[in-house]
């Protein structure tokens, strides 16, 4: 999650033409939600679509961040803020719970089946 942060406040900086960004990071029961808004000029409608429909951009930046979203089970969403300002990039990831009860064991973090 914190390379999906990463990549995102690059991505700000680098394209959206704006000096302010705003980090959310929502903890629930479930999941872990991950919101970065910048107040920029937005990414260009065809790209984002290009990208939404087929994975398409010219670099490797969004492709990247929803690939490391898949690797942890969840989702990347990426799109213009509501007021069409700038560009909201949001990721939920899945809560993992450990196999063992102690807190600081060793052992790898393992799904657990909810069948």
């Known amino acids: 999650m914190f390379r999906i942060l990463?990549?995102?406040l690059t991505n700000a900086h680098r394209h959206a033409k704006t000096d302010r960004v705003r980090v959310s990071l929502e903890v629930g029961q479930?999941?872990?939600a991950l919101n970065v808004r910048d107040f920029g000029c937005g990414i260009p409608a065809e790209r984002l679509r290009l990208f939404q429909e087929r994975n398409e951009g010219r670099g490797v930046g969004l492709g990247g961040m929803r690939e490391r979203a898949r690797e942890l089970g969840g989702l990347l969403s990426v799109g213009p803020a509501e007021d069409?300002?700038?560009?909201?990039?949001?990721?939920e990831i899945p809560i993992v719970?450990?196999?063992?009860?102690?807190p600081d064991s060793s052992e790898p973090l393992r799904a657990q089946s909810t069948s």
């Open 84 to 91: 069409n300002v700038g560009t909201v990039v949001s990721v």
């Open 6 to 8: 990463q990549e995102s």
């Open 30 to 32: 479930h999941t872990v």
């Open 97 to 102: 719970a450990r196999e063992s009860e102690d």
